[in-house]
């Protein structure tokens, strides 16, 4: 049986057939239509592929000793998630081979959705690299040159089954990608203008169509094997804050001190901890003197290309590469949520992309929340203001950071001279900056590169 803590896991000699070959018999079962082969080497080929990262064969969390959930138990599982949350969930799978992109949508009931989408890989990777490059430059916060590489990658990606899933009454997508595509701010792809319009009551269709995030709650997970799907809610949840705003070697935070005052006494609740009080042992100190389901660090955090070695989150005092993290033993009492709101993922890196994905996992926390490129102090102090807002109204995790993206693409959070002016669930709030940050007149933060790099990691729920 299944210990009911996140268990710990034991650096073992992994055994594997070629990845070619499973690869190559993935296609093979696409193409025969064999969706339940499809879908076990899947999970199979994604589970490698962090276990070998990490060098540790990870065990499956919550799910009472099931390993290879087939597609009736990933349909139970949702189904499940569904009632407990009142989210309905579908897990995508998106399988890259040459020539064209496999994806195979579970939903709780019906049948499993799949298309196959022809495209080369040259052009995919094109369209992928100039999206990045595009919606992750501050240069560029008042144009929209990233939409067409958004609408496109959303095309093939999702444009065909779309209206499936809003027939289905899908609200949350939880993504498990291939390799090269778990780097995507899948937040930011746009719809374009010619589509119905969203399940999702909250936000109408606007007349040149929808960011995803506006039509969904979205997750990206390593595989569902390898997610811990116990629900917990995370109302009134205490919060154990800790960051720097100086650094001996990297650029500074002038932000932190006020995020983490918002986090803890503004929009939540909690114990914050500065700079020199901000280390490896004062964060085990506190963890033992009371229980915390929420970790939130406002740092810098670098995955890198090469082994797990070369990431690391940094502290006052030290770095503690990802490797390190299970050290921090966050899974005894369990995490729910692990915050990292300065983060930057490589561009491009298999690597990176692994460490960024497997974030949760090594950690031993359910979820965590991260992003992909650096966001300015004031983009990230913003988000991070909406988001814990919401964390202690919305049902699941996903939907709280929706909430907050949401919030910067409709206007309702900028800045103002000195002074960051947020609409909440609890009236209206203004947050003074740092004298740095502060702007003549008003700013808006609706480019989604202020937002769409946050992503919830491991279990939306």
């Not at 299944?2 to 070619?20: H, I, R, S």
Request: net charge negative; hydrophobic share 40%; aromatic share 10%.
């Amino acid at each position: 049986m299944q210990n009911p803590e996140f268990p710990e896991t034991v650096a073992q000699v992994l055994y594997f057939p070629g990845v070619d070959i499973i690869r190559q018999q993935i296609a093979n079962a696409f193409d025969q239509g064999d969706y339940a082969t499809a879908v076990k080497l899947l999970e199979q080929l994604y589970t490698f592929e962090f276990s070998e990262y990490f060098g540790e064969l990870f065990n499956t969390p919550g799910q009472e000793g099931l390993q290879n959930l087939d597609i009736a138990q990933i349909q139970a599982l949702l189904a499940r998630m569904a009632a407990e949350t009142g989210q309905t969930p579908a897990l995508t799978y998106v399988f890259w081979r040459p020539g064209q992109l496999d994806i195979f949508i579970v939903t709780p009931t019906g049948e499993p959705i799949y298309q196959a989408v022809r495209v080369s890989q040259e052009e995919l990777q094109r369209v992928i690299s100039a999206f990045n490059r595009e919606v992750r430059d501050p240069a560029k916060t008042n144009t929209d040159s990233y939409l067409p590489f958004a609408q496109q990658l959303y095309q093939w990606m999702l444009g065909s089954v779309d209206p499936e899933l809003q027939a289905r009454g899908i609200t949350t997508l939880v993504f498990a990608m291939d390799q090269g595509l778990r780097g995507l701010p899948i937040a930011a792809l746009h719809t374009g203008s010619n589509l119905v319009s969203s399940t999702v009551t909250d936000v109408p269709m606007g007349p040149n169509g929808q960011f995803l995030v506006e039509r969904y709650n979205l997750g990206l997970i390593p595989s569902i094997n390898l997610v811990d799907t116990r629900y917990q809610p995370l109302q009134n949840a205490q919060i154990l804050a800790m960051g720097a705003s100086e650094f001996q070697k990297q650029s500074p935070l002038p932000a932190v001190p006020i995020e983490l005052r918002t986090v803890t006494q503004l929009v939540g609740r909690g114990t914050e901890f500065l700079n020199e009080q901000f280390t490896v042992l004062n964060l085990e100190t506190q963890r033992r003197r009371s229980q915390f389901p929420i970790l939130h660090l406002a740092t810098h955090a670098e995955f890198n290309p090469g082994k797990p070695d070369n990431s690391y989150i940094q502290f006052w005092d030290s770095q503690l590469s990802i490797a390190q993290l299970r050290q921090l033993r966050l899974f005894r009492p369990p995490t729910e949520l692990m915050t990292l709101s300065a983060c930057r993922t490589a561009v491009g890196s298999r690597e990176a992309e692994l460490g960024f994905a497997g974030l949760a996992l090594q950690a031993g926390v359910k979820t965590s929340v991260a992003s992909l490129w650096y966001v300015s102090d004031e983009g990230t102090l913003a988000l991070m203001t909406e988001f814990y807002k919401h964390l202690g109204s919305a049902p699941i995790k996903a939907e709280a950071l929706r909430q907050a993206q949401i919030a910067m693409i409709k206007g309702a959070v900028v800045i103002e001279g000195n002074s960051l002016r947020s609409t909440g669930v609890r009236g209206e709030l203004a947050i003074p900056l740092p004298e740095g940050l502060a702007t003549n007149g008003t700013r808006q933060l609706s480019h989604p590169y202020f937002w769409a790099a946050f992503t919830t990691i491991g279990s939306p729920w």
